[in-house]
């Protein structure tokens, strides 16, 4: 892959990545926490010496840094480079980055914690990031899943020791060539310096090898870190993104980009949702077509693999698959279920603080609202590649859960994990889509029927069919106010009649069930993952939030945002009608309920003078939403001021003014790209990014129908962000939860019509 190296300005050789494979680098060094029996993933070459696995440095200058994160468009391996290029001191035209193949020493330990309850029998033992039980499993299952926004939590600490342990190093050995104290020392732009002497890297690499490093590494004061400079929208960045000048120049490599000696090209169909088989097929249709390799049938799926992947999609439809049996998924009956859930259903607590049930015995105000099922939409459908030989398997693949895509594949063709190699590539988008590992079993079992290489590429439409959207989800939010107080709030209760998607979710990646036993495994049972964004942020003593768990047939899953895109409309569309029954300013309820939340309380302040709100009066077509995630004392903060009518066409969204809290910024360019992609994803959940299902089948089935934004319709987007000393939180997920509530108040607004489901329906008209 030459995406990962940028040296334009630099005199070293550019070294050749094979698709994903590991290479081997001059100097690797590994923090000093780290088991001891975890070998290096990176083999060393020629001349080069091998000292752990998150760094290496080549006698060319190269610093490479060891990525065990998916690359998929969020930037995570610029800003992981970013880390270790700031702490080693290193010239950021020397620095590469190298996806790294699934190992223990790679573990994502925080990640493993947050999902305990979806893989662990002792949750509340395992959940803690700290905990020997996290640490234990995700070590030895090599659990370096993608996802939650979690990869500096995981990784900045184990690279800034390795970074930190390097550059005692490379001192040490230029050091004992001077006569000096390493201490004395100084690194920055990839040279070390002592008064008017100077070396390189690529100088003293070989060397520093044969040195021990300190214990603990001599960390720098300051970690890698970006002060945001209010006005300042666009500014040059400091450290750009590694993949960008591959990706404009076309040669970065995303799954569907991988080609071998003798590949051949799948297309497939799909069984609809629930449970359907593979009943009958017209083999005659393409008996002799030109360029058609062979068929491959399973009980859910019929294959066509051929010399161009077009010819194989013509092929597969040609023979017009029958799919029969099982319960049929239709949009209508889902949304009766969860309708009804609230009569029929007795509710789970999953989050209690004081006696918010007793004081709603007789509510001051209930409202429902609505979520529809949603496709993740990303521009590269689901892709593998696959060469199965000599019972061996090579499996090319961008996965946000490597090792568990890997087992499943091995398990799909009978193999024992030793002898499946798996290796990682990008990913053009995911959104939570990749974290299912489907394609990788089909590319699997479709290569060892064909016998030769098979990249495997789903259709737009399988693509929505086969992937598990985000739940459908029907709420039901009361209060109680204190008497005489103008809607002071004194107890809130939100209940959400859903399945357990998080837990169901968990079965498929943990216990690699199949979607329909997925269901039945996690049927009834109460999923505080699932009802996590429903908290409200806000200072209420008496607190409630209930599970409703309702079984429907239709697999759901993870997707941008997750629980507090979903709990952030309930919460903030709520919220805005609360205050228009109290008389009040949205702003200012807000902030009365902020009076212990100094971070929130700024950010929605920030929002308002920035957006120029003016009280959100009717005819104004503002709305305003706020949101929180990750802990009260850390995680990030959003409030965001919509502009947005309905015109000719439908929503019609002109402007949005965000004021952001991430705490520490490594790097504030790709934090705002995140931001501003974040509420581009937002607008398209308020406006469209909807199925239905029909016979289960997803209905539309094609990008263009799904009402996403173009480029003409995006909104002007201000984001600004809040210097803050709070730890680093990823911004990727923020402006998603933010935009959908806040567009809808402001077509509240606009209209005087209050719309309650998402996406914003017309009908609410």
Not at 338 to 367: H, M, Q
Not at 570 to 599: H, I, N, Q, S
Request: glycine share 8%; with cysteine.
């Amino acid at each position: 892959m030459d995406w990962r190296k940028q040296l334009s300005e630099l005199p070293v050789t550019r070294r050749q990545l094979v698709a994903g494979a590991a290479v081997g680098g001059g100097l690797i060094v590994a923090w000093s926490l780290w088991p001891r029996h975890y070998a290096s993933p990176l083999a060393p070459g020629a001349n080069e010496r091998d000292f752990g696995g998150w760094i290496t440095i080549g006698r060319d200058g190269v610093v490479t840094v060891a990525v065990p994160q998916l690359e998929m468009g969020q930037g995570v391996t610029t800003v992981l480079a970013q880390v270790v290029a700031v702490e080693l001191g290193a010239d950021w035209r020397q620095v590469a980055i190298e996806p790294a193949p699934p190992s223990g020493l790679y573990a994502n330990v925080p990640l493993a914690a947050r999902w305990a309850e979806l893989w662990s029998s002792l949750p509340r033992f395992a959940s803690d990031p700290d905990s020997r039980l996290a640490e234990n499993f995700a070590r030895r299952n090599r659990f370096v899943a993608t996802a939650d926004g979690l990869s500096l939590d995981a990784y900045e600490a184990p690279l800034r020791e390795a970074a930190a342990s390097a550059r005692a190093m490379l001192a040490m050995a230029a050091a004992d060539r001077w006569g000096v104290p390493w201490e004395e020392c100084s690194i920055d732009n990839g040279l070390v310096r002592h008064g008017e002497q100077q070396l390189s890297f690529g100088e003293l690499v070989i060397d520093a090898a044969s040195y021990d490093p300190p214990d603990p590494p001599p960390l720098r004061v300051e970690p890698a870190a970006e002060v945001p400079v209010a006005g300042a929208a666009e500014i040059e960045p400091v450290f750009p993104r590694l993949d960008l000048p591959s990706k404009v120049d076309g040669s970065f490599l995303f799954a569907a980009d991988i080609r071998l000696p003798g590949l051949v090209y799948a297309s497939v169909r799909h069984a609809p949702h629930g449970g359907s088989s593979l009943t009958r097929f017209d083999a005659d249709a393409v008996s002799g077509m030109p360029g058609l390799v062979g068929v491959v049938k399973s009980k859910r799926y019929l294959a066509a693999v051929a010399q161009s992947w077009w010819i194989a999609e013509r092929a597969v439809k040609a023979m017009r698959p029958t799919f029969s049996g099982g319960r049929r998924v239709e949009s209508a009956a889902v949304f009766e279920i969860l309708g009804t859930a609230f009569e029929r259903i007795e509710p789970e607590s999953v989050y209690g603080v004081g006696d918010a049930n007793d004081l709603l015995a007789r509510p001051d105000l209930t409202k429902r609202y609505a979520v529809a099922p949603a496709v993740h939409a990303t521009i590269e459908t689901a892709s593998a590649t696959a060469r199965y030989e000599d019972g061996k398997l090579e499996l090319w693949i961008a996965s946000q859960a490597p090792e568990l895509a890997r087992r499943a594949a091995a398990r799909a063709v009978g193999l024992k994990e030793a002898d499946v190699v798996l290796y990682p590539t990008a990913a053009g988008g995911s959104f939570d889509a990749r974290l299912e590992k489907l394609h990788a079993i089909e590319a699997a079992q479709i290569a060892k029927a064909i016998g030769r290489p098979v990249q495997l590429t789903w259709p737009r439409a399988q693509e929505f069919q086969s992937v598990p959207p985000r739940t459908p989800v029907t709420a039901e939010l009361s209060v109680a106010f204190h008497p005489a107080t103008g809607g002071r709030i004194a107890a809130w209760r939100t209940r959400l009649a859903m399945p357990a998607t998080a837990r169901e979710f968990g079965h498929r990646l943990f216990d690699n069930l199949t979607p329909e036993a997925a269901i039945e495994k996690a049927s009834g049972q109460a999923d505080a993952l699932a009802c996590a964004g429903s908290v409200p942020p806000y200072g209420i003593d008496n607190v409630a939030v209930e599970h409703l768990p309702v079984e429907i047939p239709l697999p759901t899953g993870r997707m941008r945002g997750n629980a507090v895109a979903y709990g952030t409309f309930f919460t903030e569309c709520f919220v805005d009608e609360l205050a228009e029954k109290a008389g009040r300013d949205p702003f200012l309820y807000r902030m009365e309920m902020l009076g212990k939340m100094p971070r929130m309380a700024e950010v929605l302040r920030h929002a308002t003078r920035l957006g120029n709100w003016d009280g959100g009066r009717r005819g104004t077509g503002q709305g305003l939403a706020m949101a929180s995630m990750g802990a009260t004392d850390a995680g990030g903060r959003i409030a965001c001021v919509a502009q947005a009518s309905l015109a000719e066409g439908g929503l019609k969204v002109t402007k949005l003014f965000a004021s952001v809290d991430i705490g520490r910024i490594v790097n504030l360019d790709i934090a705002r790209q995140q931001i501003e992609s974040g509420l581009l994803f937002g607008v398209s959940l308020a406006a469209g990014s909807s199925i239905a299902y029909e016979q289960g089948k997803p209905v539309p089935n094609r990008l263009s129908a799904l009402s996403l934004p173009t480029l003409a319709d995006s909104p002007e987007i201000v984001v600004e962000f809040i210097a803050s000393d709070a730890e680093p939180f990823d911004p990727g997920e923020l402006g998603v939860a933010v935009a959908p509530p806040a567009i809808a108040n402001a077509l509240y607004s606009a209209t005087g019509t209050r719309f309650r489901h998402l996406p914003l329906s017309l009908e609410d008209l």
